[in-house]
């Protein structure tokens, strides 16, 4: 498959305002009178989202660090974001986790025209929590997890997990702004709440882009626990956002 964009992980970030040029898709921003047929419309804008097989828009079960804001989507299932014409993204962030208390993963985002960027080498319909968590390269861990009395702990809130910056293949340093539909596929074993953010000017983009840290293999001190951003101990083969001796490193 062509790769026709770069992709990137990004470190956590607050959930707020943004300039007039990013645009939020999440349950606060939901236009609920002018969403219709499973439709979701999002106020001040003509963005849809379509979700395949039809889905009522709910927010999570239960708040995670007191965040619930993102969108309702099934797993194993495709969404469409849809941009008006003339509408150009130059950038695109997703952040939220799984619902329930099942690690889940996204399985594919990016153009909906066929050139999408397969994020997860493990492939689809995956849901054993030590697989997603060990080799999916964007996983997201559970709204709740397991205590060792059988309930149930909140975990930090939802985080940006995944971003895509849409970029000239000739000159990867260039932004290439994309023009259509874009689609979102999870997989695992859970629902999801992801909150979109889409970047429609090149600046923005280039703002958003500034509070990636850089991409570092961790191989100092190998003996030293890593963690995930939900304070959970990990191993060695986790891709994503891990802190290890007190520093946040993003690992591919």
Known sequence: MKKIFTLVATALMAVGAYAQDVVELSYSTLDQTNSTNNVWKFTGTDITVEPTGGRDITKCGVERGGWANGLNFKNNTTSTIVLPAGVQVYRMELAGFSQGDNWCYLYAFGPADGDWEWTDPIG??????????????YSLDPCMASDVNGGYTFAAPGYTFAAIDFTDPENPAAFLPYEGSLAIQFNGNNQETAMIRLYL????????????EETVVVEDDENAPIYNLAGQQVTKNYKGIVIKKGKKYIVK
């Open 124 to 137: 689809s319909g995956i849901k054993d929590n030590t697989t997603i968590k060990e080799q999916a390269k």
């Open 201 to 212: 000017s090149e600046a923005a983009a280039k703002e958003g882009a500034a509070g990636i």
